[in-house]
């Protein structure tokens, strides 16, 4: 049996002496062209005969076992990778930012905008849709054939009955561990922290902030639309106002406005008090005041007359005598003697 392999691997290299085939291999390092790459091969005889042979491209992507005639000239490329096709799914439904997924042959993609893609090849998938915000898909499973083109899918979602969400008030300016309270359509909810949480379903309320120790509230009243989603409300309670500024300023304010009436007060009180001796001084001394009447078996007193001012004296013309001097003024009347 050696001899025979022998005789025929002789064989072999007689008809071809020098089988170099150019074998053109589209492989990782080849250019993206995929154009021809020669490559040295292995040929092996053909049982068809001695003109044909097989060949191989050991190491390679892949290899052609086609019968060539050895005068033949073979390029060989590698299997293609199959071809992908973007598989899309599209929400219908959800409010802005939800997160919704996809889980497409047990592969899952995760999404808060309004579609999601994948890449696939040629086949047939099963795909599930569900979200996590309340609310659920109208066809939540569903399947899809993908056949050399892009295939897509809508999914439209549905809020869940009974669904609710929170209406958080967030409150400022208040002391701290002060009781403040929130009315939402008539209902009242009381806290002593920073927030107050209030459920309620889609729609639209009504709600009013009473003032506390005299903090006003802004917004005092409004009106929240709850919309597939929760809600954030800022109430900002103010101090009382003192002139129209907060309280330290208005009793500043208050204070240097009283100390300058007292001021003006007190110099319109010393302006009145002189004037008023001026003018005292100018009329000349009090009147005396009339009698009073004597009590019952009181010593009767006689209150004299005062005599009229003397007239001042008056100066001789220039070069006249002098005249008599004066004459003394005229002595009041003595009083009776009082009766036995």
């Not at 191989?56 to 019968?67: D, R, W």
């Not at 929400?91 to 994948?118: D, R």
């Not at 506390?212 to 929240?224: D, K």
């Not at 220039?318 to 005229?330: I, K, Q, S, Y």
């Amino acid at each position: 049996m050696r001899t025979v392999w022998a005789v025929l691997a002789v064989i072999v290299l007689l008809l071809v002496p020098a089988a170099t085939l150019d074998l053109a291999m589209g492989c990782a390092s080849a250019p993206a062209s995929l154009g021809p790459a020669p490559v040295r091969g292995a040929v092996a005889p053909n049982t068809q005969g001695p003109s044909h042979l097989y060949v191989f491209a050991p190491g390679k992507l892949g290899a052609s076992t086609a019968p060539v005639s050895t005068a033949d000239s073979v390029s060989i490329r590698p299997a293609q990778a199959p071809s992908v096709y973007p598989v899309t799914f599209r929400e219908t439904g959800l409010p802005t930012g939800a997160f919704w997924y996809v889980v497409l042959n047990g592969t899952a993609q995760y999404s808060t905008k309004a579609q999601i893609v994948f890449n696939e090849s040629n086949g047939a998938y099963r795909y599930l849709a569900a979200a996590v915000s309340g609310y659920s898909p109208v066809i939540p499973t569903g399947s899809l054939q993908v056949n050399n083109s892009p295939a897509s899918r809508t999914v439209t979602f549905v809020q869940n009955p009974g669904t609710t969400y929170t209406l958080t008030f967030l409150e400022t300016g208040l002391p701290k561990g002060t009781a403040w309270s929130v009315s939402v359509n008539g209902t009242l909810a009381f806290s002593t922290g920073t927030s107050i949480n209030v459920v309620e379903p889609n729609g639209s309320y009504d709600f009013g902030v009473p003032s506390v120790l005299s903090y006003s509230a802004t917004p005092a009243v409004g009106v929240i639309n709850v919309k597939n989603a929760g809600l954030t409300e800022q109430i900002r309670f103010s101090a009382p106002m003192v002139l129209g500024l907060p309280p330290a300023e208005g009793y500043f304010v208050a204070f240097i406005g009283l100390v300058v009436v007292l001021m003006i007060l007190g110099a319109l009180i010393f302006i009145f008090r002189r004037r008023r001796k001026r003018l005292a001084a100018a009329a000349g001394p009090a009147s005396v005041s009339p009698p009073r009447p004597a009590a019952p078996g009181a010593r009767p007193v006689q209150t004299l007359p005062r005599p009229p001012p003397a007239a001042p004296p008056r100066s001789p013309p220039p070069g006249a005598p002098p005249g008599p001097p004066p004459a003394p003024p005229p002595s009041p009347p003595s009083a009776p003697p009082p009766s036995k």
